[in-house]
């Protein structure tokens, strides 16, 4: 028989405790989002020197911003003092390259984090100004892409740090791409519970009303045509409900499918490519990949049973360039099938605080499910 990717027996998922047991979120917050690499935004956030943006990971505040010399630092957003926050907004730009606690006006170095000058009339002799400075955060710049780790030991390794990778991702100057359009969401469910459900389609047909038209195989319930043990055979059907990819005459993930002539050009001359390529490294970013533009997606925890959801849709600068170009028609599909993908989620959370099940259970259809279990399960040891 042909490889195919289900798994071959039914297999107890995670207990439904995880969910909500807020021991159980502290563990993770330690074990998992302390130690992974998180994505933060596009570079292009933070284009002009001095600016900057403040994020949350776990209870953890911190601060990227772009130095005078422009480049990007990320520190612990903690003052030395006595613990304030030294920037309280979401993002904004700084006068000068100091940082000023707004407490008591302890000022750092933005460049180094170092500590210039406390606002006592007097400094103790046994207070060393030196030991005072910020705690830098390791940042990585990947294909114009920013992630932060909390833990200085966790090297950055291409190897295993996606779930699925494509080389093409490093033709395409992601960097250069604009961010066109940004958007949030606050979802009522556990952060798992987001990757769970991005990892199957047995919920396409009736949660995705529109996108099981432009991607047929996801009204199979599939995310891919192998999950049918019988995939080789079938695809030698003509319809790309057994062959894959997007419905024909459709270009794009877009309301009426068309990207309107604006094709990345080593996209559409990559091998294979079936209209969208998803990479995803876990537990706080996927990005998909588009002839016309591409969607970066980051997945925060806020509480146990909260995550917020914010995508980016680049493109790049050429296509923003043109005024006929409307972002809409391809950003407005996206946002549907996303809200239609929050309220699965919402609906999932609602019903896992239930003492009288303990676990849920896997379909074939859910290896990537499994898949996501077992790295959890090695991360949480
Ligand atoms: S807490 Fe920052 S200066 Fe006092
Ligand atoms: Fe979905």
């Known amino acids: ?220 319930r599939m995310v891919d045509i192998k999950d049918d043990p019988n995939w080789k055979k079938l695809k030698k059907i003509d319809h790309p409900k057994f062959q894959g990819g997007l419905r024909k005459g459709a270009e794009t993930w877009s309301l009426d499918g068309s990207a309107h002539g604006k094709k990345i050009k080593e996209v559409e001359q990559s091998r294979n490519f079936q209209g969208f390529i998803y990479i995803t490294t876990w537990p706080t970013m996927f990005l998909v990949i588009f002839i016309d533009h591409i969607r970066v997606v980051r997945i925060l925890p806020k509480t146990n049973s909260e995550t917020e959801v914010s995508a980016e849709w680049l493109f790049p600068s050429d296509t923003l360039k043109d005024k006929n170009y409307k972002i809409k028609n391809v950003v407005d599909f996206s946002v549907k099938v996303m809200s239609e993908d929050s309220h699965a989620c919402e609906l999932n959370q609602q019903g896992v605080y239930n003492p009288a099940y303990k676990t849920g259970i896997l379909m074939p259809e859910e290896y990537e499910i499994k898949r996501f279990h077992d790295w959890l399960r090695k991360k949480l040891i």
């Not at 390259?97 to 407490?103: A, E, G």
């Not at 100004?129 to 909390?150: M, Q």
Request: with cysteine; glycine share 2%.
């Open 1 to 220: 028989m042909s490889k195919f990717y289900s798994l071959t027996k039914s297999v107890n998922s995670i207990p439904l405790k995880w969910y909500y047991d807020l021991n159980h979120f502290e563990k993770e917050q330690l074990k998992i989002f302390n130690k992974e690499w998180i994505y933060v935004c596009h570079e292009n956030n933070l284009k002009e020197s001095l600016s900057y943006l403040t994020i949350k990971v776990s209870k953890v505040d911190i601060l990227i911003l772009k130095d005078k010399l422009n480049v990007l630092k990320a520190y612990l957003n903690t003052c030395r003092h006595r613990g304030s926050v030294i920037c309280s907004n979401q993002n904004g730009k700084l006068k000068n390259n100091i940082l000023i606690c707004p407490y008591h006006q302890w000022s750092y170095n933005a460049s180094d984090g170092k500590l210039l000058k406390t606002s006592s009339f007097k400094i103790p002799k046994n207070f060393k100004i030196s030991n005072y400075g910020l705690k830098k955060i390791n940042i990585k710049i990947w294909n114009g892409l920013i992630f932060i780790n909390l833990d200085k030991k966790i090297k950055w390794k291409i190897k295993n740090r996606f779930q699925d990778y494509n080389e093409i991702v490093n033709k395409l100057n992601v960097e250069k791409y604009e961010v066109a359009h940004r958007w949030k969401k606050i979802i009522k469910c556990n952060w798992k519970l987001f990757w769970e459900n991005y990892s199957e389609c047995l919920h396409c047909p009736n949660i995705h009303p529109d996108l099981t038209k432009l991607v047929p195989v996801y009204g199979r």
